[in-house]
């Protein structure tokens, strides 16, 4: 049976000093203080800001805040890699003190070492055990990376440490979704004393809940009521570092927002003028390049995507592995995907754009296995997820694989419920496993409704495939 989800077209990503105690060195060897590489910091009042706080720091390296300080000035203006040697220091001058923990977790995270980001966490809720943030964002974490049971633990002790703070609940909520428990999740929810009605974060998860419930017109409802905004996970320790953001940071975060909005002609221009002030700093000229592409400027994006991979890029090899895939050059989009992955091989997005390069040229297998590479960096992926159940459909892979991969979603209970539902249909019905495949129609004709024509297809077929089975 022919089960093809029709394909989308695929869009480029736009892809105060802190109370602290000083307590004297653990040891009295230190590492070096980083630096960013020379033009990075061009402007002069951002030059002469960093210049006092690295010197206060070589001065006096013993000081865990002069750490923790020059690390969150590195993080307010995007420079992750170098924030991290300095809260680790921090830490370790100062290892009672939940806050340097916490932004190692917060960095690592960002720079998606998501392990990384657990054990930094778990060791900064120790220190503060009635922070209930700490918890909740724990709970995140862990179900990022697939262990559920842990994660409802540690939404559970957010609950207990602060019942007044929602994030305990909905991320049990997420919790019950991941395990294919959506009534569960709606009875979670509903059941909250008090919530605000605007907190578009209980929209996104009742909007869940009722999909996977079948209930589509009211999960439609229920994201409407979310509208455009993304679930809100900030805390008041991670915003701690706002105050550090100044000039190029603070502009650079509405650009990107704008372009995220596609609002591209705002964007480009703030860009363009950050560009011109900081010419030595790259992010800028990446998402800058996006917006062009975005804009339908494609030979001005590939110009300005191949001088950034050129200087070492990553963003740039993969987005232009990814524009010049779109434009038929198949090769070329390989070569630039496997110089992303050498620079970073665990970036699920560089290995994503490898796959459609692969694919392009005709080697669906090499593309399947570049695929599972990025949905085992990125699990809770439902979208990278679907598109390799598909891929593998299209390699010819065994319909159990497949099946394998659509319960994977199903599990999610995400936007590509009804989409992975469809398939996993067809692969048991390729297995003669009728029955559960049955099973599945009928929840498609609740969310989709009974005269939907993928649904009358697969009842046809159904019926005819049992008629043959007497």
């Known amino acids: ?22 307590l004297p060195a653990c040891t009295t060897d230190h590492p070096p203080v980083p630096r960013p590489a020379a033009g990075v910091i061009s402007d002069p009042e951002a030059t002469r800001i960093f210049e006092g706080q690295i010197a206060a720091t070589e001065a006096t390296p013993g000081e865990a805040v002069n750490w923790l300080t020059l690390g969150m000035l590195y993080e307010a203006q995007g420079l992750l890699e170098l924030s991290v040697p300095c809260y680790e220091e921090a830490a370790r001058l100062l290892p009672t003190n939940p806050r340097a923990w916490y932004r190692i977790a917060l960095a690592r995270e960002q720079l998606g070492d998501i392990q990384a980001a657990v054990d930094a966490v778990t060791k900064a809720a120790a220190l503060a055990p009635t922070e209930a943030h700490l918890a909740w964002r724990r709970g995140l974490w862990l179900l990022a990376l697939g262990d559920s049971e842990a994660a409802a633990r540690a939404f559970s002790d957010a609950t207990r440490i602060n019942p007044g703070d929602p994030r305990g609940a909905y991320g049990l909520a997420r919790v ?4 294919g428990k959506p009534e569960a999740a709606l009875a979670r929810l509903d059941g909250l004393p008090q919530t605000p009605v605007d907190d578009p974060l209980i929209h996104h998860l009742r909007a869940a809940a009722l999909r996977g419930l079948g209930r589509a017109e009211e999960a439609e409802k229920e994201a409407a009521r979310a509208g455009g905004s993304r679930p809100d ?14 000039g190029f940071w603070a ?9 995220e909005a596609g609002r591209n002609e705002e964007s480009a221009e703030i860009l363009e003028r950050l560009h011109a002030k900081y010419p030595s700093r790259r992010s800028p000229r990446e998402i800058l390049a996006a917006v062009r592409w975005n804009s339908g400027q494609k030979d001005a994006a590939i110009a300005e995507w191949t001088k950034l991979s050129d200087e070492g890029s990553i963003v740039a090899d993969v987005n232009l592995s990814g ?27 560089a290995h994503v754009v490898r796959a459609h390069a692969l694919q392009a040229l005709g080697r669906p297998n090499e593309g399947v296995a570049s695929l599972r590479q990025a949905a085992q960096l990125s699990p809770g992926d439902e979208s990278l997820l679907l598109e390799l159940a598909e891929a593998e459909h299209d390699a010819g892979e065994p319909p159990a694989t497949q099946l394998a991969t659509y319960q994977r979603i199903m599990e999610i209970e995400g936007a590509h419920l009804a989409e992975a539902r ?15 495949a049955a099973k599945l129609v009928e929840l498609l004709a609740t969310s989709e409704g009974p005269k939907d024509p993928t649904v009358l297809s697969l009842k ?4 005819r495939l049992q008629s043959a089975a007497r």
């Open 1 to 22: 049976m022919q089960r093809r989800i029709p394909h989308r077209p695929r869009a480029l990503a736009v892809v105060a000093v802190l109370a602290l105690a000083s």
């Open 176 to 179: 019950d979704l991941d395990q």
């Open 233 to 246: 996970w900030d805390d008041a320790w991670q915003q701690e570092v706002r105050a550090y953001e100044f």
């Open 251 to 259: 502009d650079f975060r509405k650009a990107k927002a704008l372009a």
């Open 323 to 349: 524009a010049l895939e779109s434009l038929g050059r198949h090769e070329e989009a390989l070569k630039r995907a496997d110089a992303a992955i050498e620079l970073n091989p665990t970036l699920a997005r």
């Open 422 to 436: 469809f398939g996993a249909s067809g692969a048991l019905l390729e297995l003669g496993r009728l029955d559960e």
């Open 460 to 463: 046809a077929e159904i019926a």
